[in-house]
C-alpha cells in the first residue's frame, strides 16, 4: 500500500498491504487450491526482466493500475502462481512506501523507475508486517514477487523491465 494511504486504513482498523485486485476475470492456473476468501491471481499481461539486453525471466502479471486495486494489492492471499507477480503501476515517478498488513507471504518487491531500471529491491518482506518498506529512490513501477525471486534471479540495480497488458 502506498504510504499516504496508510493513515485511513489505521484508523479504522483495517490491516492492508500494499497491492491487488478483486474484479473478476479470466484466472491463471494455480497449483494450490484457494478457499472461498482466497482472491484469485488475475492475469492482466507479462512482464520481464532483462539484464544486458537479455530477457533473464518472463513473468504472468496482474496489474494494479488503480486506487482500488493498489490499496488491495496482494492481501488475502497465500500464495502466486508460478511464475507469476503483481505489477504496481503509479501516475508519477516518486518516492513510494509499501506494507506487508494481511499479506500472508513473503515477498520480494522491486522497485522501478520510470525508465524501467530497477531502482531498488527490497529481499524477503516480513508478512504481516506494518513496517513500511521505503522504495529508496523515485519508482514509478514497483513489483511484487514471491520471496527469493530476486535472489534465484540475481534481480539487482543492474536490471530493467519491460512489460504488456494483454
Known amino acids: 500500500m502506498r504510504l499516504p494511504l496508510l493513515l485511513p486504513f ?6 492492508a498491504c500494499g497491492s491487488e485486485s478483486t474484479s473478476p476475470s479470466s484466472e491463471s492456473s494455480s497449483t494450490t487450491t484457494e478457499s472461498p476468501d ?21 513473468l504472468a502479471i496482474e496489474i494494479a493500475d488503480n486506487d482500488s486495486t493498489r490499496e488491495r494489492g496482494l492481501m488475502q492471499r497465500d500464495h502466486l502462481p508460478d511464475n507469476g507477480a503483481m505489477l504496481f503501476v503509479f501516475e508519477r515517478e516518486e518516492p513510494q512506501g509499501f506494507w506487508m498488513g494481511n499479506t500472508q507471504m ?5 522497485f522501478v523507475a520510470a525508465d524501467s531500471q530497477v531502482v531498488h529491491v527490497a529481499k524477503y518482506t516480513r508478512p504481516l508486517s506494518e513496517k513500511i518498506i521505503p522504495s529508496e ?10 520471496a527469493g525471486f530476486a535472489d534465484t534471479y540475481g534481480i539487482n540495480e543492474d536490471f530493467r523491465i519491460s512489460w504488456e497488458q494483454q
Open 106 to 110: 513473503a515477498l520480494d518487491l522491486v
Open 10 to 15: 489505521l484508523l479504522f482498523g483495517l490491516a
Open 137 to 146: 529512490r523515485p519508482a514509478k513501477y514497483v513489483v511484487e514477487v514471491p
Open 38 to 58: 482466497t482472491i484469485p491471481f488475475r492475469q492482466d499481461g507479462t512482464l520481464d526482466f532483462w539484464f544486458e539486453g537479455e530477457s533473464v525471466v518472463h
